[in-house]
């Protein structure tokens, strides 16, 4: 439930709602705006009826309920839209965001010169996979530990931050003492014990979307983080199982548009992943930028056919510049309010 304070409410009539929503055995997610604050019970076991009550206390403007089962991350919460800002990179902020890199870091060399590349085209961040979640137990695994110096190596070189995959519980640690922001990957979205061990990470997080996973699902894996106390998630769009086998899954640009509209925070696609062919990502990126999307997460290599992973869906060096030129083109669609 939400209580709208009036404008006029002053700090001790505030502080007693908050105190009202705890001892009716609620969390209180105080949203302090520039006109207004704006307080959120969330919670399940507390007493929903005694803060209906609380429209009858000084300094509130009403109570209502939330009508998602998803709270803290719903735009009912909180209008003004979240900036998640990753080592002074601001995604959410109003310009089109680009993430590019390699699918997997394959070695030292491989990642210096995509890094170099995609800084140089003007990318605002890089990635790379040091954990990789191969569907094979035979495929290329990634290189772990020493992806992440190479990693922390090439934005020392670039001044690009940095975004990895961490998949495990046991390397959250690691990964977040050398990422700037680290990825959920989509087979983890619903791994709910790695959301929980992610929510204290003083890092932002950026959650891929489950290839089977609902929106509703998708927001409360999102609502994990927020619940634990991580306000810095970026969503990301990486495409679905549906019956079409022409690509390897089905971008859902409604998706992006739909999130924009149900909640507060940024959303990235990720048309590599999103379709699987090189030729769709350049018209899937413009697609994305057109729908409200905050930004790209795209997969280059510096040559495609010796990947270890992904390649059939990386873009070369060539190809990420030539596409870097034609977003410059393309109207970023501003989201409207809610
Ligand atoms: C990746 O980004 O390389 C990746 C494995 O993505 P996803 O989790 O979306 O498949
Ligand atoms: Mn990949």
């Known amino acids: 439930m939400i209580v709208n304070m009036l404008s006029t409410a002053t700090p001790t009539e505030i502080n007693h709602i908050i105190d009202r929503i705890k001892e009716c055995g609620f969390q209180a997610h105080v949203i302090a705006g520039e006109e207004r604050t704006i307080i959120g019970a969330v919670g399940s076991g507390g007493n929903r009826s005694e803060i209906e009550a609380l429209r009858a206390a000084p300094g509130v403007a009403e109570v209502i309920q939330i009508a998602h089962p998803f709270k803290l991350v719903s735009r009912q919460l909180r209008q003004t839209r979240t900036i998640v800002d990753v080592r002074g990179t601001k995604i959410g902020g109003g310009d089109l965001v680009v993430i590019a890199g390699p699918c997997s870091v394959e070695s030292e060399e491989q990642l210096m010169e995509t890094a170099l590349a995609v800084k140089a085209a003007g990318a605002n961040m890089l ?16 290189l772990g530990v020493e992806a992440l110096r190479f990693l922390a190596h090439a934005r020392k070189e670039t001044g690009l931050p940095i975004v ?61 983080l927020l619940a634990g106390g991580n306000g810095n998630v970026v969503l990301c769009e990486r495409g679905i199982k549906t019956f079409e086998t022409a690509t390897r899954n089905t971008l859902d640009l409604a998706a992006v548009a739909l999130v924009k509209e149900l909640s507060h925070l940024p959303v990235l696609a990720d048309p590599s992943h999103g379709t699987g062919l090189r030729s769709l990502i350049a018209p899937m990126s413009k697609a994305a930028a057109a729908c409200g999307a905050d930004g790209l997460i795209i997969e280059v290599h ?35 309010a809610a």
């Open 127 to 142: 990635r790379g996979g040091a954990y990789k979640p191969r569907t094979s137990p035979y495929d290329f695994q990634g």
């Open 164 to 224: 990895t995959e961490v998949m495990s519980e046991t390397d959250v640690d690691i990964v977040a003492e050398y990422a700037d922001m680290l990825q959920v990957g989509a087979r983890n979205m619903q791994n709910f014990s790695l959301l929980r061990k992610l929510a204290p990470v003083p890092k932002p997080i950026l959650l891929k979307r489950g290839p089977s996973a609902t929106v509703k699902e998708w927001l409360l894996a999102a609502e994990y």
């Open 302 to 336: 510096p040559c495609p056919e010796r990947a270890l992973s992904d390649g059939p869906q990386s873009l070369d060096l060539p190809g990420f510049q030539e596409l870097m030129e034609e977003l410059g083109r393309v109207p970023v669609r501003e989201a409207k």
